[in-house]
C-alpha cells in the first residue's frame, strides 16, 4: 500500500465532512423557514480497491443530499389544512351572524316587543295622539331594526363576496408559482442527472400547502418531479407546467352571488359546484346554509308581520272614521331569469298565505318539456309544472303563463321573502292608526231576554254594506236579519254573519228583543281595533298554525346559535388536528438545533480525525524521505 | 421521538394563547356577571333568555296597563260618587215636597232646587277623564254625549260601545261606560208601570204595583177602568174586557202575575194605564219631578195626581240609585279585579327573572375559582416555556 491511498482517504473524508457541515450549517440556518425540511448528507464507502489481500477501502463518497419528508405526512397535514381552513372561515362568519342576531339591544327580539308595547299604549289611550305617534315611531325603528339586521347579514355577504374574489386571485397565484417551479424542478432534474433539487421541491411543497388552506387539494407525482394539483372535487389546477386560471364572477340568476368558473377555449365553464373544502369551500357554503336561512328566516317575520298586521290594519277603523289603510309597505317577491335564459318573460310570484310560509328560495328548472321546482333550503323537488301553470305551494303562489319560449336548462330564482331591507311604514299620520273597528253591535235598550252579544269581527274589510245599520231582531222564536232567518244554535251561541262582519249571541233573547250593528263613525275611544292589532303579537300563525312571530325569530337565532356552536366545535377539532398533523411533520422534517449541535461536534471531529490522517499520510512520506536520503 | 425546536417554541406559545383566550372568556364573563356572553355559548339558553325577556316585557306592559285603567276607574268612581249624591239630594227634596203641609209655592222652591241638580246630573254624565275623553260616551268619546234638545230634554249622543284593557295574556277589564247607562233606567217596579189618567176627576190613586210572578207578565197594555164608583173592569188594548169587579179600597186586584192595589175614592169613567214599565232617562226622572213640582195644583183630583207622579218619581230615582250603586260596586269590583291581577302579574314576573338571572348569571363561586386556575395554568406555560427555551447544547459548545 502507499502513502498516496491514505491521503486519498483522509482528502475525501475531509471533502465529505466539510459538505456534511455545510448542509448541517444549512439546516441551523433554516430553522426558522417555513416549509423547511431538514437535510441530511447522504455518505457512502468509495469504490474500493481489489487486491491480491481482498478489496481495499479508499474512502468516503457523498452519494447525495436527502430531504427528510414522509410523503404521507404531507398529505394528512394538507387535507387537514384545509379542514381547519374551513371550519375556522365558517365559524368566523358564523360568530358575527350569531352575534348579531341575538343581541339583547340590537337584535330583533327588543324592537318587537317595544312596537307591540306602543300598540298595547294605542291601546290603552287610543285618542291620545300622543300614543299613536309614539306608535308610528316605534313601527318606524322596528322596520330600521329589519333593515338594519339584513343589512349586516348583507355586508357579512360582500365581506365574504371580497374574500371570494381574493381567495380565487390567491390560488391563481399559488397555480402560477406552482406551475413555475414545476419547470423549474423539471429542469434541475435534468441538469443534476435526476437528483432532487431539494430546496424546490420545499418551495413547492410549501405552496401546496398554503393552497390546501384555501381549498382542498389532492396532487399527483409525475415521474419527471413534476406534480399535478386537483383542486375540491377533482378540478385540474396544474397540470405539469399549465395552471388554470379560475375566476370569481356572478354567472347564474342572483346578481350578488359569485360563481367560480373558468375559460375552457372560448366557452366558460361553472365550477362553483366543485370547490369544496378550505376557506373557500367554507365561503361558498356560507351563503345557502347561513346567509340565505337568516335573509329568509328574518324576511318570512318581516313578511308574516307585515302582512298580518296590515290585514288586521284593513279591517280596523281610524281615528277620522275611516277604514284603516295598509299599515306597512313591503317590497313584492323577487324572481330572477338565469343569465343564460333562452325563455322570455318572468313567472309570477305572489304570497297568498303567510301561515304556510317556509324561509327558503325556490328554484324553477325547464327539464325540456316541464318546469321543475325544487326548494333550496332543504334542495326538495316540490313539483313538476307544465308550461303556463299556475301552483299554490309553501303558502306561494306561482304563475307561469308569462314565460315563453323555455329551453332545456332555462331556470328562475325565485326569492319570495328577502324583503326586510325594504320595509315601510306608510301611515305618517297619527290620526290614521285603525285603534277602532268600523262597527259595533250592541242590543237594543228595551231588551228584556237574557241574551248578550260577543265581539264583532269584521271577515270582509271590503264589504259594500260593511257600515249600513243592521238591526238582528228575535221573532217567531228565530234571529232575523233583513229577509234572512237564522235559527238559534243549539250549544247557545249562534253566529251570524252578513255585509262582512260576524257577531256571536249568547243565549236565549226574549220574543222581540233587537240587537243592533251600527256604523261606529265618531267611535274615537274605541280600542277594539288596537288589542286585536297588539293580539297578534301572542296569537301562534305562523308555520302551519305553531308559532308566533317571536317564537320563529327564536327559532332563527336559534337556528344559527346551533351552527356558530357547532362551527366553533369542529373549528377547535379542526385546530387540534392541524396541530397534530403539524407535529408530526415537524417530527420527521423539522430542524431540531440540539440535534445539529450534536452533528456539528460529529461532523467537527470527523473533519478533524480526517484531518489528522493526512497528516498521519505526510509523516509517513516523511520518514520514507528520511530513510531514503542516508 | 424527535421534537424540532420550532415545535418547542410554537407548542409553548400555543399553550400560552389558549390559556390567554380561556382566561379572558372568564374575566369577560366575570366582568359581565353573565355566563352566557354569546348565543352560540349556549344556543338554547339564550332563546330562553330571549323568550323570558319578552314574557317579562308583556308583564311590564300589562302593569302599565293596569295603571292606565285604575286612573280611569277611579275617576269614575269618583263622578259616580257625585250623581248619587245629588240623586239623594233629589229624593230628599222629593220626599219634602210631598209632604202635604207643602204649598204650591214651596214646592216651587224645591222644583228650582232640583233643577239646579238636574243641571249637575248632566255635568256629571258628561265628565272627561284627564285626556279630555268623555267617560260616559261608549265609543263616541270624543264628543260630549248628553245634550238638551230644543224641547229641553236630554238626548244621548254616544253609543253602546264600552271600552276594555287587557291585564294578561286572557284577561281584560272595562274601563269604559256607556252613557246607555243613565238613559235605560227601568221605570216603577221595573217590570210594570200604572199610571192614573190625567183626566181623572176623583181621587182613586195607585198604592202599590206589585209584580207576583214576573213569567206571567206579557207585553200587553192594560187599561183599568172604573165603570162606576164601586166597580172596575179591565181591558186589554182593543177594549175588550179581561176581569172585573167590585173596588174595595186598599184591596188588591190581581191579574197575569200582577198585583195592583188602589186606595181614595175614583170616579165613574176614571183609569189606569197599566203599562209594561219600559226605560227612561235619568234627566227625564228628575226633569219630570222638577216640573211636576213646579206646576200649581188647586183640586184633590190635581192633588191626587201630583202625588202619584210624586210617588212614581221616587220609585224611578230609587231604580236611578240602584243603577249608579250597582255600577260603582262594579266599578270597585273592577279595581279589585285589577289589583289581584296585578299581585299575580308581579308573582309571575318575579318567576320570570328569577328564571332568567339563573339562565343568565354567573356563578360567581365558580367562576372565580376557575379563574384562578386558568391563572396558574397559564402562568406554568409561561415558565416552562421560558426555561425550555433556555436549554440549547450551543449552550455547552464553547
Given amino acids: 500500500m502507499s502513502g498516496g491511498g491514505i491521503l486519498g482517504v483522509g482528502t475525501s473524508a475531509l471533502l465529505a465532512y466539510q459538505r456534511a457541515l455545510q448542509v448541517t450549517g444549512h439546516n441551523i440556518a433554516n430553522v426558522g423557514t417555513d416549509g423547511y425540511s431538514r437535510q441530511q448528507l447522504q455518505l457512502g464507502t468509495s469504490q474500493p480497491l481489489n487486491t491480491g489481500i481482498g478489496s481495499l477501502g479508499t474512502g468516503v463518497a457523498t452519494t447525495g443530499v436527502r430531504r427528510v419528508v414522509d410523503q404521507f405526512v404531507e398529505a394528512r397535514l394538507g387535507m387537514n389544512l384545509s379542514g381547519a381552513g374551513y371550519e375556522r372561515t365558517y365559524a368566523e362568519f358564523a360568530g358575527q351572524l350569531d352575534n348579531l342576531l341575538a343581541d339583547p339591544t340590537s337584535g330583533l327580539a327588543p324592537a318587537l316587543s317595544q312596537f307591540f308595547a306602543a300598540l298595547e299604549d294605542v291601546a290603552t289611550d287610543p285618542t291620545s295622539t300622543a300614543a299613536r305617534q309614539q306608535l308610528i315611531s316605534q313601527a318606524q325603528s322596528l322596520t330600521d331594526r329589519f333593515a338594519q339586521l339584513e343589512g349586516r347579514i348583507e355586508d357579512q355577504r360582500s365581506i365574504a363576496n371580497g374574500r371570494i374574489t381574493g381567495t380565487v386571485d390567491e390560488i391563481n397565484q399559488l397555480a402560477t408559482s406552482i406551475a413555475q417551479l414545476n419547470r423549474e424542478i423539471v429542469e434541475a432534474r435534468g441538469r443534476s442527472g435526476g437528483r432532487d433539487p431539494n430546496d424546490l421541491l420545499d418551495r413547492r411543497d410549501e405552496l401546496i400547502r398554503e393552497l390546501s388552506s384555501l381549498t382542498s387539494v389532492n396532487t399527483l407525482e409525475q415521474s419527471d418531479g413534476s406534480v399535478n394539483v386537483y383542486i375540491g372535487r377533482g378540478q385540474a389546477l396544474v397540470v405539469g407546467f399549465e395552471h388554470t386560471q379560475l375566476f370569481a364572477q356572478a354567472m347564474g340568476a342572483d346578481p350578488g352571488r359569485l360563481d367560480i368558473g373558468f375559460r375552457n377555449g372560448s366557452a366558460m365553464v361553472i365550477a362553483t359546484e366543485f370547490m369544496t373544502g378550505g376557506e373557500l369551500g367554507a365561503l361558498l357554503d356560507l351563503r345557502d346554509t347561513l346567509f340565505d336561512p337568516a335573509s329568509n328566516g328574518l324576511g318570512r317575520i318581516a313578511v308574516s308581520l307585515v302582512d298580518r298586521f296590515n290585514e288586521q290594519h284593513a279591517a280596523g277603523m281610524d281615528l277620522r272614521g275611516l277604514a284603516g289603510g295598509a299599515f306597512f309597505g313591503r317590497p313584492e317577491p323577487r324572481v330572477f331569469a338565469n343569465l343564460g335564459n333562452v325563455a322570455s318573460g318572468l313567472p309570477g310570484l305572489a304570497i297568498s298565505d303567510v301561515g304556510e310560509l317556509a324561509a327558503s328560495d325556490y328554484q324553477l328548472r325547464f327539464d325540456g318539456s316541464d318546469w321543475v321546482l325544487r326548494r333550496l333550503a332543504d334542495g326538495e323537488r316540490l313539483a313538476t309544472l307544465a308550461p303556463g301553470d299556475s301552483l299554490d305551494f309553501d303558502g306561494l303562489t306561482l304563475d307561469l303563463s308569462g314565460v315563453s319560449g323555455a329551453q332545456r336548462g332555462d331556470s328562475f330564482l325565485l326569492r319570495p321573502l328577502q324583503v326586510a331591507a325594504d320595509l315601510e311604514v306608510r301611515i305618517t299620520d297619527p290620526r290614521a292608526v285603525a285603534a277602532a273597528l268600523p262597527v259595533r253591535a250592541e242590543p237594543a235598550v228595551q231588551n228584556t231576554g237574557a241574551a248578550s252579544l260577543g265581539e264583532i269581527s269584521i271577515v270582509d274589510p271590503t264589504s259594500a254594506g260593511l257600515r249600513d245599520p243592521i238591526d238582528i231582531g228575535f221573532t217567531g222564536g228565530v234571529f232575523v236579519v233583513g229577509g234572512a232567518s237564522f235559527s238559534p244554535d243549539p250549544s247557545g251561541d249562534t253566529t251570524i254573519e252578513l255585509n262582512g262582519w260576524r257577531v256571536v249571541i249568547r243565549g236565549t233573547p226574549a220574543e222581540g228583543d233587537r240587537f243592533e250593528v251600527r256604523d261606529n263613525a265618531g267611535g274615537v275611544g274605541d280600542n277594539r281595533g288596537a288589542q286585536a292589532l297588539a293580539g297578534l303579537a301572542r296569537e301562534r300563525t305562523l308555520v302551519g298554525g305553531t308559532a308566533s312571530f317571536s317564537e320563529i325569530y327564536a327559532e332563527l337565532v336559534a337556528d344559527v346559535g346551533v351552527k356558530s356552536r357547532r362551527a366553533s366545535i369542529n373549528a377547535d377539532v379542526q385546530t387540534r388536528m392541524l396541530a397534530d398533523a403539524r407535529a408530526q411533520r415537524e417530527n420527521i422534517s423539522g430542524v431540531n438545533l440540539d440535534e445539529e449541535a450534536a452533528n456539528l461536534l460529529r461532523f467537527q471531529q470527523a473533519y478533524q480525525a480526517s484531518a489528522q490522517v493526512i497528516a498521519v499520510a505526510g509523516s509517513l512520506f516523511d520518514t520514507l524521505l528520511t530513510a531514503v536520503r542516508r | ?398
Fill in chain 2, 1 to 398: 421521538m424527535r421534537i424540532s425546536t420550532a415545535q418547542i417554541f410554537d407548542g409553548g406559545i400555543g399553550a400560552i394563547q389558549r390559556n390567554q383566550a380561556s382566561l379572558a372568556t372568564t374575566q369577560q364573563q366575570l366582568a359581565t356577571g353573565k355566563r352566557i356572553l354569546k348565543p352560540s355559548d349556549d344556543p338554547s339558553g339564550a332563546i330562553q333568555s330571549l323568550k323570558l325577556g319578552e314574557r317579562i316585557a308583556a308583564v311590564d306592559q300589562y302593569a302599565r296597563n293596569a295603571d292606565a285603567a285604575v286612573s280611569r276607574l277611579q275617576q269614575q268612581e269618583s263622578v259616580l260618587t257625585q250623581i248619587s249624591e245629588a240623586l239623594q239630594r233629589v229624593r230628599e227634596l222629593t220626599l219634602q215636597a210631598a209632604n202635604g203641609t207643602q204649598s204650591n209655592e214651596s214646592r216651587a222652591a224645591l222644583a228650582l232646587e232640583i233643577r239646579q241638580l238636574a243641571g249637575g246630573l248632566l255635568d256629571g254624565a258628561n265628565a272627561r277623564d284627564a285626556s279630555g275623553e268623555y267617560m260616559f260616551a261608549g265609543y263616541r268619546s270624543g264628543s260630549q254625549p248628553f245634550v238638551r234638545d230644543a224641547g229641553g230634554a236630554v238626548a244621548y249622543l254616544g253609543d253602546g260601545g264600552q271600552r276594555r284593557v287587557a291585564l294578561s295574556p286572557d284577561r281584560s277589564v272595562a274601563v269604559g261606560e256607556s252613557g246607555q247607562t243613565w238613559m235605560s233606567i227601568p221605570r216603577g217596579n221595573g217590570i210594570f208601570t200604572v199610571t192614573p189618567d190625567a183626566g181623572n176627576a176623583g181621587t182613586g190613586r195607585v198604592v202599590a204595583g206589585e209584580v207576583l210572578n214576573p213569567l206571567l207578565i206579557d207585553n200587553g197594555t192594560l187599561e183599568l177602568v172604573f165603570t162606576s164608583a164601586e166597580n172596575w173592569q179591565l181591558r186589554d188594548s182593543d177594549g175588550l174586557v179581561l176581569a172585573s169587579g167590585a173596588y174595595v179600597p186598599d184591596q188588591a186586584i190581581d191579574y197575569a202575575g200582577r198585583r195592583i192595589v188602589l186606595s181614595g175614592t175614583p170616579q165613574t169613567g176614571d183609569s189606569f194605564a197599566i203599562e209594561p214599565a219600559g226605560v227612561t232617562s235619568l234627566f227625564a226622572i228628575v226633569d219630570a219631578l222638577a216640573v211636576e213640582l213646579a206646576t200649581p195644583r188647586n183640586s184633590a183630583a190635581a192633588n191626587t195626581l201630583r202625588d202619584q207622579s210624586i210617588a212614581s218619581g221616587l220609585q224611578n230615582i230609587d231604580q236611578a240609585l240602584a243603577r249608579v250603586l250597582a255600577l260603582r260596586t262594579d266599578v270597585g269590583a273592577r279595581l279589585n279585579t285589577i289589583d289581584s291581577q296585578g299581585v299575580v302579574n308581579e308573582d309571575q314576573k318575579l318567576q320570570l327573572q328569577t328564571a332568567l338571572l339563573q339562565l343568565q348569571d354567573l356563578d360567581y363561586a365558580e367562576a372565580i375559582s376557575r379563574f384562578n386556575l386558568q391563572q396558574v395554568a397559564l402562568q406554568a406555560a409561561q415558565q416552562s416555556y421560558v426555561q425550555l427555551g433556555r436549554l440549547s447544547l450551543f449552550d455547552f459548545i464553547r
